[in-house]
């Protein structure tokens, strides 16, 4: 049994217990020690900058052009926070318990209960450094609700609120590394991690703009990389997200946790071509004012707006009248994946639902919703050619956030000392599935408020290593162990490139581990991906060199997102039940339900890398539920 | 349909560079104009050539990293929209379209239509923030401001960073980013207490950087993907002559 190192005390002390018992480093020490930063999303720069502004010295790695590219820039509806501004009966537990059941009683309590703890701080903090929050009339801030939960809690700066959050945590970081505490490196890409006697030493990047690879040394690694749902090359994710740093990480030794479980996001633009290469979000909070329906008749080739109210079925407000349009995303995604198979889809290629305005457009008048959503009903002209005002949307579920990661104890450290893991890299919070706007929260909770804390009780053993030497061998090896693999990959000189692999993969994971899973189809699934694997490896081709070339960037995560796969279906193979995003058709109730086993499954699954020709071993981390009790989650 | 391009290939920031043709036929015009490079990539990866690099990442307009000279406008054709937003529909069948990368001083191309924009980052580094260090914030609601208020600085915070305003300017001036910024944060109840030293130094570092002198076409409004109005430019020139003017 893997030991999460969760304070004593009781669920609403832990966090405030740890802070007064951790170790400190004294302002004098700190600019001794050296923490390397990769990514620069919300997590990653809230941290860099945080970490700078406390005196340590901060060096910080992204693969964008500049940081504030990062993905988080493009999550849209809100971030959460229980600050009760609403007086609607929100609290720190409220929010705490709606996490916890939203992930459908798999995650840590202590964990969720820290994040809902710290939920108040981040929204202060942010309003602090010029974030533009919706507000109202008398300038206080607004909210607005979201799917899952009941009360409203969200904040968000009109459908740009990760682009706002980013902007604030990028400038923050800016002014650090203006102030010089702060060493950035833009397009640069890890490659490998170093370990010197067990411990997180270092990294081995690759300069994007030359090819060169890098040695960068320091106390601690943090991982900030993301998730990995690019891993169906059909996404919400931007082209370059990638799971390499934490697979690379993974083969070093630390564990990853529920690979498996990746929310597949309900609202989505469907995908309507061979050539396409994204599927892009429309927020969630579209559903706050949106209405979901199908055609009552199958294969309905009538336009929505001739189809009359009472053939429509709005399938989501029949079959779940409490939560109705904002049911979680797993549910939301699954009833729609059901009513599509079942030959009720819309549009040319059958794959859509409508997200229809009109009844919101009748009461709050056209300018309401434009004040609301206009930026999405113009992105949504922009691609499709269609105006929403008019006709409802097509949507329909796509990969976007992994609630697995790589697998990280109270403190966010993985299993490898000195190499921690914070927001969407880790596995933490959010269980099976993830609430909306809650991804922003914990990215930035996880950079501002818990890992300048818990990164300080581990430096504060550190303040005599002095700087770390580069010329060390385990850096010289890892750097060649990079070498081979990227001659490797230009070496093989085949006819097909990386994106056709990444296309073929994605459409294995979609249909065998995507909204359903069963034990047939994840079986067939590894072996496909292995044959897969086998042919990639055979027939590859990347033109040009070792100089900037995007596609041998694209062909090394291609080639790390390969073994990943495999390890997402064993994952999903073992777990016997279904959970949240996790549905194994064998296990569901009579109506169509997820049918959770809490008795033999309520544990976290983290897997063990043992060498390319073993399989990986599982380690359990076991999941106790001291305050809530786990219940069948109804939003009915 | 089918289309002809020209397209600018350099092979790294020194190399001379040259237009290069190619055609496609037989595409969709439902492909966004970066699904129709990655077709033409496709086909470059068949016949064993070095592909044509270019900067796109989010592929939903927000990221900013996206970004070419479409028939000698940033972005393309359609009015505030990133090259990423733009589809094949929009051109008509047969069309020669000329693809360049953004061209300013101040960004130098690294290979084919990459450009490097890391001046913007420095910019902001010289005083695109407000000085506040994590843990130090008051509750938020302790600083109310009024929506109109925060809907204005929103407008200038809306920028994505792309360069677009930069490439469309004769002067290569990128006063309508530096201005974007400074007018957001200037707003702000919050960001008032260090307007002067940031609008020093940001115009300060802009013209270090290279770029040019704003002369008022206007035609950053009209390319910039956000929509980001020129007032911000008048902003940003009264903050810097009052600071002038006052001699602080």
């Known amino acids: ?636 | 349909m089918n289309i002809r391009l020209k397209i600018w290939r350099q092979e790294h920031e020194g190399d001379a560079g040259k237009m290069v043709d190619y055609s496609l036929n037989d595409i969709s015009s439902d492909m966004s104009f970066l699904e129709m490079l990655d077709t033409l990539n496709e086909q470059l990866i068949q016949k064993n050539e070095r592909t044509i690099e270019f900067d796109h990442d989010c592929r939903e307009g927000i990221c900013g990293q996206c970004g070419v000279m479409i028939n000698g406008r940033p972005h393309g054709p359609l009015t505030n929209t990133t090259t990423c937003q733009l589809h094949m529909r929009t051109f008509k069948d047969n069309e020669l379209i000329v693809i360049e990368p953004f061209r300013a001083t101040a960004f130098p191309v690294k290979c084919d239509l990459k450009v490097d924009r890391s001046a913007f980052d420095r910019i902001i580094q010289a005083g695109g923030f407000i000085s506040v260090n994590t843990g130090q914030a008051p509750e938020a609601n302790d600083i109310p401001i009024g929506s109109p208020v925060a809907e204005s600085a929103f407008d200038a915070a809306a920028c994505i960073g792309c360069g677009a305003c930069v490439a469309v300017c004769k002067n290569a001036s990128a006063a309508l980013f530096t201005s974007a910024k400074i007018s957001h944060l200037v707003l702000l109840p919050q960001g008032k207490i260090e307007a002067a030293a940031r609008v020093k130094n940001m115009v300060e570092q802009m013209d270090n950087e290279g770029f040019g002198h704003c002369s008022n076409t206007e035609a950053c409004e009209v390319a910039c993907p956000q929509a980001i109005s020129v007032l911000h430019i008048a902003r940003m020139n009264y903050e810097y002559n009052k600071l002038q003017v006052l001699k602080k």
């Open chain 1, 1 to 636: 049994m893997l030991d999460a190192r969760i304070p004593d005390g009781p669920l609403a002390e832990k966090w405030s217990n740890f802070k007064s018992h951790a170790r400190l480093v004294n302002p004098a020490n700190r600019k001794k020690l050296t923490v390397i930063v990769v990514g620069t999303g919300l997590a990653g720069s809230a941290l860099a900058a945080s970490m700078a502004e406390m005196g340590y010295h901060v060096k910080c790695f992204c693969f964008q052009d500049t940081p504030r590219r990062a993905h988080s820039v493009a999550a849209q509806g809100g971030v959460n926070a229980c600050k009760n501004y609403k007086n609607d009966g929100d609290s720190v537990y409220r929010m705490f318990y709606d996490t916890i059941k939203g992930g459908d009683f798999r995650s840590r309590e202590a964990n969720v209960y820290r994040l809902a703890e710290c939920s108040a701080s981040l929204i202060d903090q942010a309003v602090a450094q010029g974030v533009p929050f919706a507000r109202e009339y008398g300038g206080y801030l607004n909210n607005r609700s979201f799917g899952g939960v009941q009360v409203s809690r969200t904040f968000y700066a009109r459908g740009q609120t990760g682009q706002q959050l980013l902007l604030g945590a990028y400038q923050a970081l800016m002014r650090q590394v203006g102030l010089g505490n702060v060493e950035l490196h833009a397009r640069h890409e890890m490659m490998d991690l170093v370990l010197t006697d067990g411990v997180a030493r270092g990294i081995i990047v690759r300069n994007m703009d030359t090819g060169k690879l890098e040695r960068y040394g320091g106390h601690a690694v943090v991982l900030a990389t993301g998730g990995f749902g690019k891993i169906y090359f059909l996404s919400t994710l931007a082209m370059g997200a990638n799971g390499s740093a934490i697979w690379r990480a993974y083969k070093r030794g630390a564990y990853m946790a529920n690979p498996s479980w990746t929310q597949i996001h309900p609202t989505c633009l469907p995908q309507s071509g061979e050539y396409q290469s994204k599927l892009t979000l429309m927020s969630e909070s579209l559903r706050n004012d949106g209405r979901i329906w199908v055609p009552k008749k199958q294969d309905d080739q009538r336009s929505p707006n001739n189809i009359p109210e009472e053939e429509r079925d709005y399938y989501l407000e029949r079959k779940y009248p409490a939560f109705g349009n904002l049911s979680p995303r797993d549910i939301a995604s699954r009833a729609a994946k059901e009513r599509i198979d079942e030959g009720y889809g819309v549009g040319p290629l059958r794959n859509a639902v409508y997200l229809d305005f009109t009844r919101a457009i009748q009461n709050q008048g056209e300018a309401a919703i434009r004040k609301k959503y206009g930026n999405l009903f113009t992105m949504y002209q922009k691609i499709t050619n269609v105006n929403a005002y008019k006709e409802p949307m097509k949507i329909s579920p796509a990969a976007h956030f992994s609630m697995g990661g790589l697998w990280v104890d109270y403190e966010l450290m993985t299993t490898i000392p000195g190499l921690f893991a914070i927001g969407e890299a880790n596995f933490a919070d959010h269980g099976a599935n993830r609430l909306g706007a809650n991804s922003l929260l914990q990215a930035c909770v996880d950079g501002y408020f818990i890992a300048p804390y818990t990164l300080a009780n581990y430096l504060a053993a550190d303040i005599k290593t002095g700087p770390i030497d580069t010329e060390d061998v385990a850096f010289a090896k890892a750097q060649v162990g990079v070498e081979e693999f990227m001659s490797k990959l230009l070496a093989i000189k085949g006819n097909q490139s990386a994106d056709q692999f990444h296309r073929l993969l994605g459409k294995i994971l979609y249909d065998k581990c995507g909204l359903l899973r069963s034990k047939e189809g994840l079986m067939a699934a590894i072996t496909e991906i292995r044959q897969l694997k086998a042919e990639f490896w055979k027939n590859l081709h990347v033109p040009g060199g070792e100089a900037m070339n995007s596609e041998l960037e694209k062909a090394g995560r291609v080639a790390d997102f390969l073994e990943l796969a495999e390890l997402m279906c064993n994952d999903a193979l073992y777990r016997n039940e279904s959970c949240g995003a996790h549905f194994r058709v064998e296990y569901q109730t009579p109506d169509g339900e997820a049918l959770r086993n809490d008795k033999d499954f309520a544990f976290v699954s983290a897997w063990e890398y043992k060498g390319e020709d073993n399989g990986p071993e599982l380690h359990k981390e076991e999941l106790n539920f001291d305050v809530v009790t786990p219940t069948v989650r109804s939003y009915k």
